[in-house]
């Protein structure tokens, strides 16, 4: 049997309806827009994709864009300069630096250097540490699009084993914290653990997040698991043409998976969903505001 296809595309727009009916609320209802400032600095091809369709949901939504390209020979100052007056903007409510930066840039030191209380991607070393003690704190967002996911295909999560294929600091260990709220059972795995296909056997749970066509098989997966497929990988279609592709072999895990992500339209719309549902939050916390109900 054909596993069910949790359309990621469908639930990150019923999320971004919820954000701009919420926006639209806090105009009318406060004379507060909630503004996101997405910083690039260079040219990368990805990553000015990924900036445009920021720009263009965030003002979709109700909110304010603040978008700053610069040159991939910025110095680590001034991208600093440019931290610190976002920081000090209030109209601003929340900050991308969009990953990877140029090689003479310390991503760290810019990452830390970001206002916690507008790092809409939950990098900042006080969200990682609040997120992982249990405190309240603004939440990555793509892992919190998996989790999302997950829950709607599975319900309760609790005493679920979840493996999670991949260890970046951006999805596999904030997935892992997030899961583990959930009172999930969690294996992080990674390019140096033994008996890869076996550790995922075991899981209820299936997270592929490590940039590597399709290495997951349909093998690896325990059947009725919910599969979820963060990677995307470009590859060469043979007609001088590219596609995307994830981290799982689809036509082979949805024959055994209960729930699976596809790629694309599963995991990847949901980033831009929640990075506007936390500027929404980050918004309505500089104005004491309570944090708003989303999913
Ligand atoms: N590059 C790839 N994913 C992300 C993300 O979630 N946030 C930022 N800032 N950069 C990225």
């Known amino acids: 049997m054909s596993a069910q296809i949790l359309d990621g595309k469908a639930v990150a727009a019923e999320i971004r309806e919820k954000v701009a009916a919420q926006v639209a609320a806090l105009k009318s209802g406060h004379g507060l827009t909630p503004g996101l400032a997405v910083v690039l600095v260079g040219e990368d091809p990805a990553s000015q994709v990924y900036v445009r369709n920021k720009k263009r949901q965030t003002v979709e939504a109700g909110m304010n864009s603040f978008e700053h390209v610069l040159d991939a020979g910025t110095g680590q100052d001034e991208l600093l300069a440019l931290i610190d007056r976002l920081n000090n903007d209030p109209a601003v409510h929340g900050i991308l630096v969009q990953l990877p930066l ?52 599975l319900g309760d999560l609790t005493g679920k084993e979840a493996v999670i294929v991949g260890r970046s600091n951006i999805v596999g260990k904030p997935l892992a914290q ?54 995307i990988n470009r590859i060469d279609a043979g007609n001088g043409k590219t596609r995307l592709i994830g981290d799982v072999a689809f036509d082979e895990a949805k024959e055994v998976a209960g729930s699976i992500t596809p790629v694309p339209g599963g995991v990847g719309p949901m980033t831009i969903a929640l990075l506007l549902a936390n500027t929404l939050t980050a918004a309505c916390a500089a104005n004491g505001l309570p944090a708003p109900t989303l999913s």
């Not at 939950?122 to 999302?148: K, M, W, Y």
């Not at 899961?179 to 075991?202: F, G, Y």
């Open 102 to 153: 140029p090689g003479q840039l310390d991503e760290d030191l810019v990452i830390n250097a970001i206002n916690p209380a507008k790092d809409v991607d939950g990098f900042h070393l006080e969200n990682v540490g609040r997120l992982s003690t249990g405190q309240d704190s603004l939440v990555p967002c793509t892992p919190a699009g998996c989790r999302i996911l997950a829950r709607r295909a």
């Open 178 to 231: 997030l899961l583990l709220a959930d009172n999930c059972t969690v294996t992080i795995a990674h390019s140096r653990t033994r008996n890869l296909a076996d550790v995922c056997r075991r899981a209820d749970i299936l997270v592929a997040a490590v940039g590597r066509a399709e290495l997951v098989r349909g093998d690896w997966v325990k059947p009725g698991a919910c599969v979820i497929d963060v990677g």
